[in-house]
C-alpha cells in the first residue's frame, strides 16, 4: 500500500525556519518525481514545489522562492520542504504529492498533512 | 500563469440527481501530444486530496464510473451521475500544462 507521512508541522514565529519532512513506502520512491502543495485555512490547494527523481531538478512558486528548499532522500525514502524566513502566510497545512508516472504531471498519491502555524 | 475558474454548484444537490462541475482555464491545455493535461481531485471533509479524473476524461484507479469529465481546451466539466453521500466535499480542478502548477477555487457538493 502506498503511503506518505508528513511530519515536522508546528507553530514557529515568523522569520524563523522549519523543515517538513515526508516519508514514502509501498512504493520505490527512487522512481517517482515528489511535491509539495498546501492549503491555507479554509482555502483551496496551492503548489509549493516539485522536485525530479534524482533530486537534479526543483520548481517553486513565485512566493516561496528564495525562502523553501526542496529535497529528497532516496536512500531513506523520505521529501523534505526547508522552510526559511516563514511568513503568517505561510500558515497552512502542507501536502506532500507522489506524481505519477504517466505523462504530465498527476499527483496520485497524497500524505494527510503537515499543520504550519507561522504566529507570534 | 494560467488562471483556472471553477463555477459553483446549486448546493444542495438532491441524492441520485446528476451535479456537473465546470472549470475554464486561461489557456488551452491541449498538449502537443494529443492529450489535454487537466486533472481533477476530491477532497472529502478531514481529508486529503485523492485524484478522479487525469488528461480531462480519464479516471484514476478505483474510481466509480459515476464519475467522467469532459471538455475543449479550454473549457472543462466534470459530471457526477446520481450523486451519493460519499460524494460530498470539495472538488478541484488543476492544469499540469506549465508550471507552476494552478488549482481552481474548488467547488463544494453538499447532498440533500
Known amino acids: 500500500e502506498v503511503q506518505l507521512v508528513e511530519s515536522g508541522g508546528g507553530l514557529v514565529q515568523p522569520g524563523r525556519s522549519l523543515k517538513l519532512s515526508c516519508a514514502a513506502s509501498?512504493?520505490?520512491?527512487?522512481?517517482?518525481?515528489m511535491a509539495w502543495v498546501c492549503q491555507a485555512p479554509t482555502k483551496g490547494l496551492e503548489w509549493v514545489a516539485s522536485?525530479?527523481?534524482?533530486?537534479?531538478?526543483?520548481y517553486y512558486r513565485d512566493s516561496v522562492k528564495g525562502r523553501f528548499t526542496i529535497s529528497r532522500d532516496n536512500a531513506k525514502n523520505t521529501l523534505y520542504l526547508q522552510m526559511d524566513s516563514l511568513r503568517s502566510e505561510d500558515t497552512a497545512t502542507y501536502y506532500c504529492?507522489?506524481?505519477?508516472?504517466?505523462?504530465?504531471?498527476?499527483?496520485?498519491?497524497w500524505g494527510q498533512g503537515a499543520s504550519v502555524t507561522v504566529s507570534s | 500563469d494560467i488562471v483556472m475558474t471553477q463555477g459553483a454548484l446549486p448546493n444542495p444537490v438532491p441524492s441520485g440527481e446528476s451535479a456537473s462541475i465546470t472549470c475554464q482555464s486561461s489557456?488551452?491545455?491541449?498538449?502537443?501530444?494529443?492529450?489535454?493535461?487537466l486533472n481533477w481531485y476530491l477532497q472529502r471533509p478531514g481529508q486529503s486530496p485523492q485524484l478522479l479524473i487525469y488528461?480531462?476524461?480519464t479516471r484514476a484507479s478505483g474510481v466509480s464510473d459515476r464519475f467522467s469529465g469532459s471538455g475543449s481546451g479550454t473549457d472543462f466539466t466534470l459530471k457526477i451521475s446520481s450523486v451519493e453521500a460519499e460524494d460530498v466535499g470539495v472538488y478541484y480542478c488543476?492544469?499540469?500544462?506549465?508550471?507552476?502548477?494552478?488549482f481552481g477555487s474548488g467547488t463544494k457538493l453538499e447532498i440533500k
Open positions: 489557456k488551452s491545455l491541449l498538449h502537443s501530444n494529443g492529450k489535454t493535461y
Open positions: 509501498g512504493f520505490t520512491f527512487s522512481n517517482y518525481g
Open positions: 504529492a507522489r506524481r505519477s508516472l504517466l505523462p504530465g504531471y498527476v499527483m496520485d498519491a
Open positions: 488543476q492544469q499540469f500544462l506549465e508550471y507552476p502548477l494552478t
Open positions: 522536485i525530479s527523481t534524482g533530486g537534479g531538478n526543483t
Open positions: 488528461w480531462m476524461s
